[in-house]
């Protein structure tokens, strides 16, 4: 077999795995996923790279240093998977990608012996998902936000503009973006604090300082850098897709009555500086390649540096839950689908770079809200509740405007193939108190 009928046989949808687990059709990691984290566990508290299968976590140290495993030397000294992020694994390049998640799709196969009967190095290699803690999965040297949902930019210019003249003149000709706080990046279960700030009340001459009491969240996807672009040198956008190493679900937390008072004339700050919350594992795009679909009509048609062929919107299902706290269940308040992205990642990543900004490996970048075209597809409680005008009902009783203290926010996404699911898990933030 060559390296393209490789890749292609670890996307086959009758393939399984000896972890049976990883063999149940709501299982978000069976073989045909196996995306990239960052874990330890209590018996072994250095922080690696991990691959998720089922129920479990692959240790790519472990395996490649019985042998079963082949990477290039990244020059380093120690395995490049013994590290505290993926950093220096994603800059190896997407033939070593490929090549491991092709070695690991034959390792983890039904028929495939040579891990599945080594009891010992099983035994050390796997690590059960409910015995690890999960990381941030890459080094974030920059973070960049983008607003490209036709329907969520309609509603907010409806909601805060003029109906007739909801999007900006530049919206349909150009990716919208700001950039956002690295540092501020944080794992899946992360607490997040409610931030204080400036607040211009409408019956006060001047603004206050206090909690933000408009606190919402953004449905978003995440796509990290896996090859940057030297300074000075645009990426293509028909080459864009070829510099990303995968994806993530992102949650862009905003504080909306601080956001209102601060974003003219230069945009969002501290209203988005507070907390940014990703999912643990990253799924590559070899792996969604069977979910690829047509990106939605583009009216006009865009310049010729934002233009590419073929498809390159992606069927991710994706939905919220909300869990007040000390409830027993969460409320599903919203569900949607990436597919409704008006502008593309490669369209964002061409346009982020075609003033010659360079990118460098690990760099994050979010879509921008995703909501959809129907009224319970708003990514946004600013958009499903119009602005705390029409508050949602709570499965245990209880209504939301926006999100109080002890409140659950959970992510959810996954693509649906033929009898089994390809998923990220979950992004899930609790928010704590402001600081008095």
């Avoid at 086959?12 to 795995?17: L, P, Q, T, Y």
């Avoid at 079963?68 to 993926?86: E, I, Q, Y």
């Avoid at 033939?95 to 495939?112: A, C, E």
């Avoid at 193939?417 to 998923?423: D, P, Q, S």
């Amino acid at each position: 077999m060559n390296a393209s009928s490789d890749l292609q046989a670890t996307l086959d949808a009758s393939r399984k795995s000896w972890v049976e687990s990883a063999n149940e059709p709501s299982c978000d990691f069976p073989i045909q996923n196996l995306p990239f984290g960052i874990f330890s566990d209590a018996l072994n508290t250095t922080r690696r790279a991990g691959v998720a299968i089922g129920d479990c976590i692959v240790d790519l140290a472990a395996l490649e240093s019985a042998g079963l495993l082949t990477v290039p030397s990244s020059g380093a000294g120690d395995s490049v998977f013994v590290r505290d992020a993926l950093n220096d694994f994603i800059a190896l390049g997407r033939d070593t990608w490929r090549s491991v998640r092709i070695q690991l799709s034959k390792l983890l196969s039904r028929d495939h012996a040579a891990l599945r009967d080594d009891a010992e190095l099983r035994n050390r290699a796997l690590i059960r998902q409910s015995h690890a803690a999960l990381h941030l999965p890459v080094q974030i040297p920059g973070y960049t936000d983008f607003y490209s949902s036709k329907e969520h930019a309609t509603n907010v210019g409806s909601m805060f503009r003029d109906p007739k003249n909801a999007l900006l003149p530049n919206w349909s000709e150009i990716p919208i973006g700001y950039n956002g706080r690295a540092s501020s990046v944080v794992v899946s279960g992360t607490p997040v604090r409610r931030p204080n700030g400036q607040l211009k009340l409408p019956d006060q001459e001047r603004p206050v300082y206090g909690a933000c009491r408009k606190l919402d969240i953004e449905l978003e996807t995440g796509f990290v850098i896996g090859r940057g672009n030297a300074l000075g040198d645009p990426i293509a956008c028909e080459d864009a897709e070829n510099h990303i190493f995968g994806m993530v679900l992102l949650n862009d937390w905003s504080a909306r009555d601080i956001q209102q008072w601060e974003y003219v004339p230069l945009g969002p700050f501290n209203a988005k500086t507070f907390g940014t919350t990703i999912s643990p594992w990253i799924v590559t795009l070899d792996a969604l390649e069977p979910f690829r679909v047509a990106q939605p009509v583009q009216d006009p048609q865009p310049l010729e540096y934002l233009r590419h062929g073929g498809e390159h919107a992606f069927d991710i299902s994706l939905e919220v839950l909300l869990k007040p706290q000390g409830a027993k269940e969460a409320t599903t308040i919203s569900r949607t689908n990436f597919r409704h992205m008006y502008w593309t990642m490669a369209q964002q990543l061409a346009h982020h770079t075609v003033s010659g900004c360079n990118t460098r490996v690990g760099d994050l970048m979010g879509s921008g809200t995703i909501s959809g075209p129907t009224e319970d597809s708003c990514g946004s409680l600013l958009e499903m509740t119009w602005s705390g005008k029409n508050p949602l009902q709570l499965k245990e009783g209880g209504t939301r405007a926006f999100i109080e203290d002890g409140d659950e926010l959970t992510l959810v996404g996954w693509w649906q193939g033929e009898g089994y699911r390809v998923g990220f898990v979950t992004c899930v933030g609790e928010i704590l108190p402001a600081h008095q």
